[in-house]
């Protein structure tokens, strides 16, 4: 079993940054691929970045490439998502995600574990 708490949503403008983080309990979390997904109003979660257990091997969506960067700190149980150069569409809740894959996934189906989420707003 992983528990996940993301934290470091807000309100940003257009052009800033934030940076999300996820801290997962449990002893397993190395072994475990992670990823950060989003939803939007009246949306589907989306996939948007995710890396595999040692954080060497990362895959992103088209959407935030150049933009974004997932890392994580095994020591620390905790995955980071670095989000810069923020437009109106990043507005949406933003979930971490664990799944018992080494990985990286993007297939949402491959995820046991979610987070509450945490909510970005980004304003033009």
């Known amino acids: 079993q992983v528990q996940l708490i993301e934290s470091g949503g807000g309100l940003v403008q257009a052009g800033g940054s934030l940076r999300l983080s996820c801290v997962a309990s449990?002893?397993?979390?190395?072994?475990?691929?992670m990823g950060w997904f989003r939803q939007a109003p009246g949306k589907e979660r989306e996939f948007v970045v995710a890396i595999n257990w040692s954080g060497r091997s990362t895959i992103y969506a088209d959407s935030v490439k150049g933009r974004f960067t997932i890392s994580r700190d095994n020591a620390k149980n905790t995955v980071y998502l670095q989000m810069n150069s923020l437009k109106p569409e990043d507005t949406a809740v933003y979930y971490c995600?664990?799944?018992?894959?080494?990985?990286?996934?993007?297939?949402?189906?491959?995820?046991?574990?979610w987070g509450q989420g945490t909510q970005v707003t980004v304003s033009s």
């Open positions: 449990g002893r397993a979390f190395g072994g475990y691929g």
């Open positions: 995600a664990a799944a018992r894959l080494e990985g990286p996934v993007a297939d949402i189906e491959k995820y046991a574990y």
